[in-house]
């Protein structure tokens, strides 16, 4: 189980490795989104926003309406802005779940992988 | 001759066919279906193996937003199951063997990402393609001119990156990239919710499966139909007029009366380039006839071996594999939900197909064993026994999984795919906008084609 505060450290390193991917940053073009991310173990709750080609700071689940909803336990999460979880196979096994319309869900599920690759 | 009426005629008893039949006799229509095959389901076959395995010879997966397929599943209590995902695939590169978890081979890492930036870009632009009128696409007609081989070659400089496309593209549609048009490319991503969604197993095209066959809900349908399904009765000859369709079923040699079939609108649901194969009379107009020319069969052969028991399971594997080299080198674990049976499913597709194709199927075999072994181990040289299906040479489908459109057939000849010819109709898989491909486009396009039958009749 991971707290607040270790998900928050390891998205602030997560955040500034793609914020300076030059893929990523391509790959983010012309998608200004709202991404919630739900803890299912602690029932923590986050708020990512992305604009203009750039991932905000973290912010506590804020009332803002969500473009797509991110379920994961609170460990992966973790994991995976360490960049030691593979997003692809927890997708493929279900224990992440994606929740948006489809190219949303293309876009989150594109870069996460890319971010994970070029770590 | 023997004579037959009715008010609608459907030519193939696929998922097409059955799905508009279904949908005039809920109107009150009177209709016939004549299937040239001894079978309904069309590209999608069933069979038990000798040793009592499940195997689906053709369209096998259902996934997510395939509603259609799955309200009718539902409706006919056709169960299904999670493909078989849990452990690491093997991708096979160079000559080297190696093993990843996720969707994509990761040996080469910068590679990988090139792979899926790329596969990002053509579910992008794909976007921006309407389903309905694909030639009204922004760029259409430069995007109509180029191939997605052309594409790969201009835009993605990493050659591991254009091997991963190329394998998923190559059992995907049946063909090398540099067969497809990029916009028809584009047009079949979107109708199928883009490439990645095309290439998953959890999450996309190849979810679950039937734990009796995909073509359970097919044989719902004959059922629920019942002697309005002709089988064995190939349609040769259509006839028509202004409101009068006549069909001339010539019976297989195995013998039978030829019949004559009367109709006041007609249903042709399949493939492009197989309609045209019927003698038309008066000829099909040029552009119907054309856009069939430049429609062909995708080539694809389905190989099943069949073992005691998933072995790969034991190592972590999850029976997939993405490789450069061989004869197959998209596989999957086709194992029934209680792994009573272990079954690898091979691909075989594109250029490998045709390279195969005056093979004996003993020898198709010999070199899918030979691939697996490679893939999997020693272990995997001793099937039970092996099952294929090569597509290309089944007399009434003549390859698969879909038909291709070359580049300028859909700016130049585009709206004939669905436009009515008289009383003639066009249903099929390649004729949906949305699953283009797939059964549920199948479904979706025989509702049209019953829809237009309906307003057609009611005037």
Redesign the interface.
Known sequence: MADRDEIAEAYADWRIRCNEND?LR??LRGWDRVVHLVATDTGDRFTVEVRDQMLAELAGGTDAVADLVVTATSEDFADLFWGDL????K????EIT?AGA??DV??L???S??AF??R | MQDRECEALIVGAGYAGLSAARELVRAGIDVLVAEARDRVGGRVWTTTSPTGAVIDHGGQWIGP?QDLLQKLADECGAETFPTF??GEGVEWRDENRTTY????P?SD??A??DG??A??EL??AS?EIPLDAPWDAPDARARDEQTLGSWLAATVSSPGARAIITAAVKSIFGTEPGELSLLFTLFYLRSG??L??LA????GAQERRFAGGAQQPALYLADELADRVLLSSPVTAITYGADTVTAIVTPPESGGDPVRIRARRCIVAMPPALSVRLDWSPPLPGRRDQLSMRAPMGSVTKIHAVYDRPFWRDEGLNGQVVSDEGAIRVSFDDSPPDAAHGILLGFIAGDECRALDAATPAQRAQAALADFVRYFGPRAASPLEVLERHWPAEPYTRGGPVAVFSPGLLTGFGPALRDPVGPVHWAGTETATEWCGYIDGALSSGLRAAAEVIAALAR
């Open positions: 893929r391509r790959m593979n997003p692809s196979e997708y493929m096994s279900g994606l489809q190219e293309m876009r599920d594109a870069m992988m890319v690759l070029d | 937003g995902t849990t978890a996720g969707l994509i990761t890492p910068a990988a990402a899926i930036e596969i990002f579910d992008l976007t919710g883009g990645m969604n998953r197993t959890t999450n």
